[in-house]
C-alpha cells in the first residue's frame, strides 16, 4: 500500500522558514516524480512544486518562485520542501503527492500557518 | 499559465441520479486531463486521467470524456459515498500545472 507522510508543519511568522518533510513507503520511490500541493482553508488545490525522479529536473508556481525549493533523497525514500520567506498567503495544508504530472496518491497533509 | 474553469460551483443531485460535471481550459491541453474527487478531511483521489481512462480501482459509474479545451466527469448513478468536491487537472503545460477551482457535489 502507498503510503505519504507528511510532517515539519506548524506555525511560523510572517519572513520564518519551514522545511516540509514527506516520507514515502509502499512503493519504489525513485521510479517517480514527486509533487508538493496545498490547500488554503476553505479553498480549492493549487500545485506549488515538482521535482522528476532524481531530483534533475524541478518547477514551481510563480507564487513561490525563489522562496521555496524542493529537493529529494531517493535512499530515504524522502521528499522535501524548504520554505522560506513565509507570507501569510502561504497558509495552508500541504499535500505530497506521488507524481510528477498525474498525482496519483496523496498524503493527509502537513498544516503550515504564518502568522505574527 | 492555464486556466481551468469549472461548472457548476455547486451541483444538488439526489441518489440514483445522473451528475454531470463540466471543465474547460483556456487553451487546448490535448487529453493530458485528470479528475480527483476529495471528501470532508481527506486527501484528493484520482480517479480519471488521459481525460477519459478511469484509476485503479474506481467504480465503472465514473466516466470522462473530451479534448482540448472541454471535459465531462459524468456519474451515472450517484451513490451517497460519491457527494465530495471534484477537481479538475490540466497536465499538459508545465509548469505550472493547474486546478480547476472545484465543483462540490452535494444531496439534493
Known amino acids: 500500500e502507498v503510503q505519504l507522510v507528511e510532517s515539519g508543519g506548524g506555525v511560523v511568522r510572517p519572513g520564518g522558514s519551514l522545511r516540509l518533510s514527506c516520507a514515502a513507503s509502499?512503493?519504489?520511490?525513485?521510479?517517480?516524480?514527486m509533487s508538493w500541493v496545498r490547500q488554503a482553508p476553505g479553498k480549492g488545490l493549487e500545485w506549488v512544486s515538482g521535482?522528476?525522479?532524481?531530483?534533475?529536473?524541478?518547477g514551481y508556481a510563480d507564487s513561490v518562485k525563489g522562496r521555496f525549493t524542493i529537493s529529494r533523497d531517493n535512499a530515504k525514500n524522502s521528499l522535501y520542501l524548504q520554505m522560506n520567506s513565509l507570507r501569510a498567503e502561504d497558509t495552508a495544508l500541504y499535500h505530497c503527492?506521488?507524481?510528477?504530472?498525474?498525482?496519483?496518491?496523496w498524503g493527509q497533509g502537513a498544516l503550515v500557518t504564518v502568522s505574527s | 499559465e492555464i486556466v481551468m474553469t469549472q461548472s457548476p460551483a455547486t451541483l444538488s443531485v439526489s441518489p440514483g441520479e445522473r451528475a454531470t460535471l463540466s471543465c474547460r481550459a483556456s487553451?487546448?491541453?490535448?487529453?493530458?486531463l485528470a479528475w480527483y474527487q476529495q471528501k470532508p478531511g481527506q486527501a484528493p483521489r484520482l480517479l480519471i486521467y488521459?481525460?477519459?481512462t478511469r484509476a485503479t480501482g474506481i467504480p465503472a459509474r465514473f466516466s470522462g470524456s473530451g479534448s482540448g479545451t472541454e471535459f465531462t466527469l459524468t456519474i451515472s448513478s450517484l451513490q451517497s459515498e460519491d457527494f465530495a468536491v471534484y477537481y479538475c487537472?490540466?497536465?499538459?503545460?508545465?509548469?505550472?500545472?493547474?486546478f480547476g477551482q472545484g465543483t462540490r457535489v452535494e444531496i439534493k
Open positions: 488521459g481525460a477519459s
Open positions: 487537472q490540466q497536465y499538459n503545460n508545465w509548469p505550472p500545472w493547474t
Open positions: 521535482i522528476n525522479w532524481n531530483g534533475g529536473s524541478t
Open positions: 503527492a506521488r507524481g510528477y504530472d498525474l498525482l496519483t496518491s
Open positions: 509502499g512503493f519504489t520511490f525513485d521510479d517517480y516524480g
Open positions: 487553451q487546448s491541453v490535448s487529453s493530458n
